[in-house]
């Protein structure tokens, strides 16, 4: 299956890649279907690319490679509006707002996007977690993670 994107031109995608979202995205109601794509190889960064609207791409991260504590509680309609038998089934993608400065790159930890890897079914929900919001700073946890020899390097970038 072809698609156009703005970004990466038209592309080649397998049909069974594609999923959809029926409400669409929070801002986003006309896009329905998407599918993810690569960045780089090894980038823990992906795109959710819209099919049918070539101009709606995001950048999306597993938040579970920056936040390993990270928690979705699914509500039993959603799960069940989703086909969710088990948490196995789900694949979690969290949208990130890259900023000028590359410091200053947010993730929208309040609002991810939930993919039924089984039924190819998605929704954005919005969790009742108060620790969540719209703009955790990503490269905070991207350096919690690398740990403390990471920390300084980038200190020493700012200074």
Sequence with gaps: MRIATCRFGELEIKPESVFSIAEGLFGFAHARRYCLLEHTPES????????????VAFVVIDPLEFFPDYLVEIADPEA?????????????????????????TTVNLLAPV?????????????????????????LDAAQRKAGPTAERATAQ???
Excluded: C, M
């Excluded at 823990?44 to 101009?55: G, H, K, M």
């Excluded at 939930?114 to 990503?138: F, G, M, P, S, W």
């Design 80 to 104: 069940e509006a989703l086909g969710l038998h088990s948490p196995d089934d789900a694949a979690i993608l969290n949208i990130v707002t890259i900023a000028e400065n590359y410091r200053d």
């Design 44 to 55: 823990p960064f992906r795109w959710l690319q819209s099919v049918d609207q070539p101009e």
């Design 114 to 138: 939930v993919v039924n890897t089984r039924t190819r079914k998605a929704k954005q929900l919005i969790l009742a977690n108060e620790a969540y919001d719209t703009k955790h700073r990503l």
């Design 157 to 159: 970038d700012g200074e």
